[in-house]
């Protein structure tokens, strides 16, 4: 079993930043594929980024490509996400999730999640 754990959420104002973490508890973590979803008040849960097991493979959704980073420190089992330039379409409840095979856009290809972190960003 896998647990994830994101922190980093908060309240910001458009055109900030904030810098969001997932930690998860298991040792091989090098061997997993993390994404970033999120999910707005009655809207679908939707891709934001992924990591594969080494670093140098992302996948950003054109909505966040230039402005988000995704990066991981296997090292300290973490994956961070920072969002720069936030627009109020931001807006909502980040979840990270890890999976030891599909490396994927999909959520339904993940195995594993975390509880999710509250991202607001006002206009």
């Known amino acids: 079993q896998v647990s994830l754990v994101e922190s980093g959420g908060g309240l910001v104002q458009a055109g900030g930043s904030l810098r969001l973490s997932c930690v998860a508890s298991?040792?091989?973590?090098?061997?997993?594929?993390v994404g970033w979803f999120r999910q707005a008040p009655g809207k679908e849960r939707d891709f934001v980024a992924a990591?594969?097991?080494?670093?140098?493979?992302?996948n950003y959704a054109e909505s966040v490509k230039g402005r988000f980073t995704i990066s991981r420190d296997n090292a300290k089992n973490t994956v961070t996400l920072q969002m720069n330039s936030l627009k109020s379409e931001d807006t909502a409840v980040y979840y990270c999730?890890?999976?030891?095979?599909?490396?994927?856009?999909?959520?339904?290809?993940?195995?594993?999640w975390g509880q999710g972190t509250q991202v607001t960003v006002s206009s």
């Open positions: 999730a890890a999976d030891p095979v599909r490396y994927s856009a999909a959520y339904e290809n993940y195995q594993y």
């Open positions: 990591i594969k097991w080494n670093e140098g493979n992302t």
């Open positions: 298991v040792n091989t973590f090098n061997s997993y594929a």
